[in-house]
């Protein structure tokens, strides 16, 4: 898959639209799939996630979990992303959305101990309640426009844009996608129900499907409600800096290693979203570097939790301690993605928020701005916690003499580490090849906010 | 007959999403039930309740004749409505065996995973 992977991302570099129309039924009236550089992206990340989960999930899924359909359900779950990734109708769209969401609905209670059942009732209603939400909207665009290829709607769009409908369908589009990406207030479901399921299942979640949100937020902003962007952009900005804010805040109370983590990705969520609101090139090129260097930075700490986890059988911070003098190896692997999500120079995580905070400065979003600093500050605080509480601090069962770990096989330590070292290397190889890649980005972004080339990719003919 | 739909439909919306609020498990299945058949409805009728002449596309003709019906919306319900009936019994297994786990049928009392 990582090889189909990459044939894609290659015939796509670097301006090229890729597009399929399946079974040979021209658009608008067929179903399409394209492939711009945006979608190639996501579509190589996703395999690049696919691989080490395979990897990570075959050392640490128990058994029974795969005798019930753990690695059946992993790929379903995979055609349900990158479908969402690839397709080019908004209706087509609700149906992988909903091929995912069944995916990860069965994944998350898989093996049914009382937390992933209580996590799951919260995901499922939330999860139904924004795919209703969804539809409805489909609907009412459908109604008014007559079409659901999504180039099709671009171009019919400027024709009847400011009319309440359509701002109204507009607004619901946010509001499911924001449900499924996790953003304020719609997110409280996420840091209920991610630390429940297995160690490989949340990091996968957190890899792929609150970025399936984003990104179809992305898609739907830039492209189809392209001339509302003027109307939607307060609101996402205001959003932007309330995800933020909550989600750090919940993370710097948390005292579990997984729920922290959790909650982070809420905030990461903010910083996506802050990009993609300005709707300027340098802007959304930001918040694309920073959606691929999220993605390694937080499997690579997901996996080293679960290192953690399975070495101590426990990922309360309280208990936890001392990994910096058994495990001098283990620390390294955390620090670096760690600091490179805190935004500590000179690692990936630094260089996209230089960029998505010059990218807000040029646009005058000051407040915005300062509050992503003032987050990043919090980041690196609830960062320094799990340093000080896992890695240095010696561990209160040392001193009281009842210490103990249990003994790993060698596969298994491996299958962990390999995995974490990929993701870490990949976000420090993301920073030394900076520019090249964050070039790369800003063309996508260019491409993106120039809805014409995707258009005439789709339906053949210059608008 | 488009004013009863509406009716309908905001009625349906209203009765899902206030059942939806309610604490017990089965009340919030019905709502997100209820809600379905309103998201259905409601694709179904701002594609417009027309009667024309069924949509059929000759030999000799490349598109259909002009004054026939649309079918895609009816295409796009039937999919929402097997997606969401399979979703419905999913989601009823989900909360019967979290009802047998858990020993409560009461929202407010999943706080196993809340801070």
Known sequence: ?463 | MQISLVLLIAVLFGCGFYLLMRRSFLKVILGLMLLSHAANLLVFTAAGIVRDAPPLVHDSMSAPPAGSADPVPQALVLTAIVISFGITAFALVLFRRAYDVLGSDDIDELRRTET
């Open chain 1, 1 to 463: 898959m990582l090889v189909a992977a990459i044939a894609v991302a290659y015939r796509v570099y670097p301006d090229h639209i890729e597009v399929l129309h399946v079974g040979k039924w021209s658009a608008p009236f067929g179903i399409c799939l394209v492939a711009d550089g945006l979608a190639a992206i996501m579509v190589l990340m996703t395999g690049l996630m696919a691989v080490l989960m395979a990897i990570f999930s075959m050392v640490t899924i128990e058994s029974r979990r795969i005798k019930d359909g753990y690695f059946f359900l992993y790929f379903v779950l995979l055609a349900g992303v990158n479908g969402a990734f690839l397709t080019g109708d908004l209706f087509n769209l609700y149906v992988w959305f909903e091929v995912l969401l069944i995916a990860s609905f069965v994944l998350i209670v898989l093996g049914g101990n009382r937390d992933q059942l209580d996590g799951a009732v919260k995901y499922v209603t939330m999860n139904l309640l924004g795919s209703v939400i969804f539809l409805s909207a489909v609907g009412l665009i459908y109604g008014k426009t007559g079409t659901l290829n999504m180039a099709d709607l671009a171009q019919r769009m400027p024709d009847i844009s400011n009319t309440p409908l359509i701002q109204a369908s507009g607004g619901m589009l946010i509001v499911a996608f924001g449900i499924k990406a996790g953003l304020f207030p719609l997110f409280s479901w996420l840091p209920a129900s991610y630390h429940t399921p297995p160690h490989a299942v949340t990091t996968l979640f957190s890899a792929l499907l609150t970025k399936v949100g984003i990104y179809a937020l992305i898609r739907i902003t830039t492209l189809v409600f392209a001339s509302e962007q003027g109307y939607f952009q307060p609101l996402l900005l205001v959003v932007a800096a309330l995800t933020m804010v909550t989600g750090v805040l919940g993370a710097v109370a948390q005292y579990d290693l997984r729920r922290l983590l959790s909650f982070h990705i809420v905030s990461q969520i903010g910083y996506l979203l802050f990009g993609l609101a300005l709707f300027t090139p340098f802007g959304l090129a930001a918040a694309l570097f920073f959606m691929v260097h999220v993605m390694a930075a937080k499997a690579a700490l997901f996996v080293v939790s679960a290192i953690v986890y399975y070495l101590r059988g426990t990922s309360d911070l309280k208990v936890l301690g001392s990994f910096a003098q058994l495990h001098p190896a283990l620390t390294v692997l955390f620090a670096v993605p760690a600091m490179s999500l805190a935004g500590l120079p000179p690692l990936s995580g630094f260089i996209a928020k230089l960029a998505l905070v010059r990218a807000g400065l040029e646009s005058s979003a000051y407040i915005t701005v300062a509050v992503s600093l003032a987050v990043s500050v919090l980041t690196l605080y609830s960062m320094t916690k799990i340093w000080n509480e896992v890695f240095w601090k010696p561990a209160p069962a040392m001193q009281s003499g009842s210490f103990s770990e249990r003994p790993l096989s060698r596969t298994r330590i491996w299958g962990m580490v390999l995995p974490a070292t990929i993701l870490a290397a990949f976000s420090v190889g993301l920073s030394l090849a900076a520019q090249p890649a964050f070039s790369f980005a800003l063309r996508v972004a260019t491409q993106l906010l120039d809805p014409d080339a995707y258009i005439t990719a789709v339906l053949g003919t210059p608008s």
